[in-house]
């Protein structure tokens, strides 16, 4: 089943300590991007990536990393999270980078952090 | 910069009944526009791509028609059903390509049994 995997779904963390939410696709798709969603904020992207080794910042990357060392797999790290990105986080493929092919969504892992 | 805008907020419905949901965005130089339904606790699942060459796109119950010129899109459910009920979220590439969505708030729909 072509899908867009997130782990962990739930995650309750600490301030500072380091966390990796990971994103796998099976489809072979070339873009994947990380979106973070907040009540009265709606969805904001973090980082995309347009291929392996390619990566760019979004419209809020502050306190985030990315990685992509296989077209696979998207990860996104947390260095030393704060409680302000206590939020709900969504991985997302699509084949190219071109506007005529529609993003998948993965199922979206949410965080606290205390 | 690309502002998506979603009305109304919310919107509840008696089952069997028609509905349209709207979105509106600020830069009409765009190349697709998606629609997207999520449940509370879920992921988005793609609904409706309409590319912007097209002027409708239809999927089962599902019709969605986009006016670059005005800047809009509007997602017109039919004989709607609780199962419907959910955020519909509007979403259009910014900068000319699909690197990022810039999405709506969305429509909370409820459809009464």
Same mark, same amino acid.
């Given at each position: 089943?072509?899908?867009?995997?997130?782990?962990?779904?739930?995650?309750?963390?600490?301030?500072?300590?380091?966390?990796?939410?990971?994103?796998?696709?099976?489809?072979?798709?070339?873009?994947?991007?990380?979106?973070?969603?907040?009540?009265?904020?709606?969805?904001?992207?973090?980082?995309?990536?347009?291929?392996?080794?390619?990566?760019?910042?979004?419209?809020?990357?502050?306190?985030?990393?990315?990685?992509?060392?296989?077209?696979?797999?998207?990860?996104?790290?947390?260095?030393?999270?704060?409680?302000?990105?206590?939020?709900?986080?969504?991985?997302?493929?699509?084949?190219?980078?071109?506007?005529?092919?529609?993003?998948?969504?993965?199922?979206?892992?949410?965080?606290?952090?205390? | 910069?690309?502002?998506?805008?979603?009305?109304?907020?919310?919107?509840?419905?008696?089952?069997?009944?028609?509905?349209?949901?709207?979105?509106?965005?600020?830069?009409?130089?765009?190349?697709?526009?998606?629609?997207?339904?999520?449940?509370?606790?879920?992921?988005?699942? =793609?609904? %409706?791509? *309409?590319?912007? #060459? $097209?002027?409708?796109?239809?999927?089962?119950? @599902?019709? !969605?028609?986009?006016?670059?010129?005005?800047?809009? =899109?509007? %997602?017109? *459910?039919?004989? #709607? $059903?609780?199962?419907?009920?959910?955020?519909? @979220?509007? !979403?259009?590439?910014?900068?000319?390509?699909?690197?990022?969505?810039?999405?709506?708030?969305?429509?909370?729909?409820?459809?009464?049994?």
């Amino acid at each position: 089943e072509a899908q867009v995997t997130q782990n962990p779904r739930y995650l309750i963390t600490v301030t500072g300590k380091k966390l990796t939410v990971t994103c796998s696709q099976n489809m072979n798709h070339e873009y994947m991007s990380w979106y973070r969603q907040d009540p009265g904020l709606g969805l904001r992207q973090i980082y995309y990536s347009m291929n392996v080794e390619v990566t760019d910042k979004g419209d809020v990357p502050e306190g985030y990393k990315v990685s992509r060392k296989e077209k696979r797999n998207f990860p996104l790290i947390l260095e030393s999270p704060s409680p302000n990105q206590t939020s709900l986080y969504f991985c997302a493929s699509s084949l190219e980078v071109q506007p005529t092919y529609e993003q998948y969504f993965g199922p979206g892992t949410r965080l606290t952090v205390t | 910069k690309q502002e998506v805008t979603q009305i109304p907020a919310a919107l509840s419905v008696p089952e069997g009944e028609n509905l349209v949901l709207n979105c509106s965005f600020t830069d009409s130089a765009i190349y697709n526009l998606q629609w997207f339904r999520q449940d509370p606790g879920k992921g988005l699942t =793609s609904l %409706l791509l *309409i590319q912007s #060459s $097209q002027r409708e796109q239809t999927s089962g119950r @599902l019709n !969605a028609s986009l006016d670059k010129s005005s800047g809009r =899109s509007t %997602l017109y *459910i039919a004989a #709607s $059903q609780p199962g419907d009920s959910a955020t519909y @979220l509007c !979403a259009v590439p910014s900068g000319g390509s699909n690197y990022k969505l810039t999405f709506g708030k969305g429509t909370l729909l409820t459809v009464n049994p």
